[in-house]
């Protein structure tokens, strides 16, 4: 089974809100990867977290990761009808050289 | 800058057919990965190389072969075509592993086997 699970599956706002997404995974990483793919497009790194951080903002973008949990969220703020889009976290276990996907948040924000 | 380039971006093949897709890079990047994308579902690793000349299998590699003659590609193919590889399939780059080094993506090919 995939490493990383995302939840939900999908997500549906309105513009202005925040949107969180969750991401849980099984063993050990190195670090947590977040990426965002629009509709027929590839995808497009957001975000890393190394093991030994707790928390990172980029922009509008609050990533938290927690390891004794084994367990990473993405919160949105302040949501843009552009911010709709697939979102995957990938994880990176320790010594390697490849991350492994999870299946996806389906993140529509409604004008 | 052009980044990570799959070529073709659509293709319908008929069962038993070959074909390679074609993937290349301008970032100079050690690292690349073919993945495939089936609908509703996250990324899966097919293969991956980590230098120029090299290969390795990863978590669906049956029915694929790669090569990496140049650092710059890295050609999927597909030797004898199967319905069950009808997918999305993305190419794609990073400067290192993955350890703390993100991933580059290019636009997928969109593969329809008949």
């Known amino acids: 089974s995939q490493q990383g699970e995302e939840d939900p599956q999908a997500l549906s706002i309105q513009e202005g809100e925040n949107a969180t997404m969750n991401c849980s995974y099984k063993?050990?990483?190195?670090?947590l990867q977040w990426y965002r793919q629009n509709s027929g497009r590839g995808l497009v790194h957001l975000i890393l977290?190394?093991?030994?951080?707790r928390e990172k903002h980029s922009g509008r973008l609050r990533v938290t990761l927690d390891t004794s949990k084994k367990s990473s969220s993405l919160l949105i703020t302040a949501s843009r009808a552009a911010d709709t889009a697939s979102y995957f976290c990938?994880?990176?276990?320790?010594?390697?050289?490849?991350?492994?996907f999870g299946d996806g948040t389906t993140l529509t924000v409604k004008p | 800058n052009a980044g990570v380039t799959q070529t073709p971006k659509f293709r319908v093949l008929k069962t038993g057919q070959s074909m390679t897709l074609l993937c290349a890079q301008d970032m100079n990047h050690e690292y690349m990965y073919w993945y495939r994308q089936d609908p509703g579902m996250g990324l899966r690793l097919i293969h991956y190389?980590?230098?120029?000349?090299?290969?390795a299998k990863g978590e669906v590699p049956d029915g694929y072969n790669v090569s990496r003659l140049k650092k710059q590609n890295f050609l999927l193919g597909l030797e004898s075509a199967a319905p069950s590889q009808t997918s999305v399939y993305f190419c794609?780059?990073?400067?290192?592993?993955?350890?703390?080094?993100?991933?580059?993506f290019g636009d997928g090919t969109r593969l329809s086997i008949l």
């Open positions: 190389s980590v230098g120029e000349g090299t290969t």
């Open positions: 990938a994880t990176v276990r320790t010594n390697a050289g490849k991350s492994t």
């Open positions: 063993t050990s990483i190195n670090n």
């Open positions: 977290i190394r093991s030994n951080e």
């Open positions: 794609a780059s990073s400067r290192t592993g993955t350890l703390n080094q993100p991933q580059h």
